[in-house]
T-cell receptor, first 114, second 112 residues
Framework: DVKVTQSSRYLVKRTGEKVFLECVQDMDHENMFWYRQDPGLGLRLIYFSYDVKMKEKGDIPEGYSVSREKKERFSLILESASTNQTSMYLC?????????????FGSGTRLTVV | DQQVKQNSPSLSVQEGRISILNCDYTNSMFDYFLWYKKYPAEGPTFLISISSIKDKNEDGRFTVFLNKSAKHLSLHIVPSQPGDSAVYFCAASDGSNYQLIWGAGTKLIIKP
């Protein structure tokens, strides 16, 4: 059973902390994505990567960075967490031909910044 | 500018009846469309898709219709079941890159 695994289901962090969200896929997919989901706003793309060590900004990259040192792992970093980064974070992966094969999502990480 | 729009934030349907979820798009270059379903505290899962060369695709209780001239697609669920209660996302691709463009989602509530 192919999977995208996010390291934590729920996280509570303090304002100003550096936060790491980890995502691992076992499908040998080239593309990986980080989204956040907020009510009424749908899925907003933060960053994506189409190859190891490659990264591209999405629609809302401010306050975030990413790392992809290995093909199967894509990490999202909140440099200095703020309360407006409280959200559901979703990681996804897809094959190189991307969109027509759709994305496989992880179960999500519910992050609360206090 | 939202290229994919789901104008109904929520929809309530009686169990056993038809649920119709709508999605509009503005980019005529989109050639592939997908629907995803999302339960609370879970990631979205793929439901059904359609290529722009078709106007209908069916999979069990789920049918997606595409009207290219109107730039509109709809997802029909017949009959609706309690387990269909979820948020449904419409997504589109123009095939030129790796990204899907997402709608804001519609929360479907199936009443017993």
């Amino acid at each position: 059973d192919v999977k995208v695994t996010q390291s934590s289901r729920y996280l509570v962090k303090r304002t100003g902390e550096k936060v790491f969200l980890e995502c691992v896929q076992d499908m040998d997919h080239e593309n990986m994505f980080w989204y956040r989901q907020d009510p009424g706003l749908g899925l907003r793309l933060i960053y994506f990567s189409y190859d190891v060590k490659m990264k591209e900004k999405g629609d809302i990259p401010e306050g975030y960075s990413v790392s992809r040192e290995k093909k199967e792992r894509f990490s999202l970093i909140l440099e200095s967490a703020s309360t407006n980064q409280t959200s559901m974070y979703l990681c996804a992966s897809s094959q190189s031909t991307g969109a027509t094969y759709g994305y496989t999502f992880g179960s999500g990480t519910r992050l609360t910044v206090v | 500018d939202q290229q994919v729009k789901q104008n109904s934030p929520s929809l309530s349907v009686q169990e056993g009846r038809i649920s119709i979820l709508n999605c509009d798009y503005t980019n005529s270059m989109f050639d592939y469309f997908l629907w995803y379903k999302k339960y609370p505290a879970e990631g979205p899962t793929f439901l059904i898709s359609i290529s722009s060369i078709k106007d209908k695709n069916e999979d069990g209780r789920f049918t997606v219709f595409l009207n290219k001239s109107a730039k509109h697609l709809s997802l029909h669920i017949v009959p609706s079941q309690p387990g269909d209660s979820a948020v449904y996302f419409c997504a589109a691709s123009d095939g030129s890159n790796y990204q899907l463009i997402w709608g804001a989602g519609t929360k479907l509530i199936i009443k017993p």
